[in-house]
């Protein structure tokens, strides 16, 4: 079955860098885009970033764009955060989440990891 | 910067029926914002329920439905059950990137 296992999460200080990961199994990894999702502690989910099943293209929440990059390894089945000049405002739960088709998102999701950003 | 908009809240009676909606600032929201709808219950992942306005995933319970309405997107609930008291949240696309909407929580009572 689907399985979808982030990683990578913690507490860091605002400024800082935090690569997420998501470890894919129970499926044909490149086949898919994935998604990036994250909640704030008692607030609704937030969609953050999108990949193409083989990384040619990828898109971005405004309130991420330029700090944030998606990325993939097919050999690996792993999907990637890498999320740079950290603010307060980015303290969340990250979710990964797998299409099932072409604009059918997010229909599996990790448990997610927390980040923290706090000084 | 688009904005979802999503009722706060709703309540309904257990076998009742409600109705949520899902609104876009850009204008009104058609087939081609391919309108997605997730459960998330307290402690855990949202869950999908709906795609592309109106189709069912196989898990998806037949009591759920999509549809457009009104220049919003829409999910039905008819016969609710206890355990459908949940928090909602549609999801809308606008050209690449994808919007969610506030979300509402559906109390049960």
């Known amino acids: 079955q689907v399985q979808l296992v982030e990683s990578g999460g913690g507490v860091v200080q605002p400024g800082w860098s935090l690569r997420l990961s998501c470890v894919a199994s129970?499926?044909?990894?490149?086949?898919?885009?994935f998604h990036w999702v994250r909640q704030a502690p008692g607030k609704g989910l937030e969609w953050v970033a999108f990949i193409q099943y083989d990384a040619s293209n990828t898109y971005y929440a405004d309130s991420v764009k330029g700090r944030f990059t998606i990325s993939r390894d097919n050999s690996k089945n792993t999907l990637y955060l890498q999320m740079n000049s950290l603010r307060a405002e980015d303290t969340a739960v990250y979710y990964c989440?797998?299409?099932?088709?072409?604009?059918?998102?997010?229909?599996?999701w990790g448990q997610g990891t927390l980040v923290t950003v706090s000084s | 910067q688009t904005v979802v908009t999503q009722e706060p809240s709703l309540t309904v009676s257990p076998g009742g029926t409600v109705t949520l909606t899902c609104a876009s600032s850009?204008?009104?929201?058609?087939?081609?914002?391919?309108p997605n709808w997730f459960q998330q219950k307290p402690g855990q992942a949202p869950r999908a329920l709906i795609y592309s306005t109106s189709n069912k995933h196989s898990w998806t319970p037949a009591r759920f439905s999509g549809s457009l309405l009104g220049g919003k997107a829409a999910l039905t609930l008819s016969d609710v059950q206890p355990e459908d008291e949940a928090e909602y949240y549609c999801l809308l696309y606008h050209g690449g990137a994808w919007v969610f909407g506030g979300g509402t929580k559906l109390t049960v009572l």
């Open positions: 850009t204008g009104a929201v058609t087939s081609g914002y391919y």
């Open positions: 989440a797998k299409d099932l088709l072409r604009l059918v998102p997010a229909g599996h």
């Open positions: 129970g499926f044909a990894f490149s086949g898919y885009g």
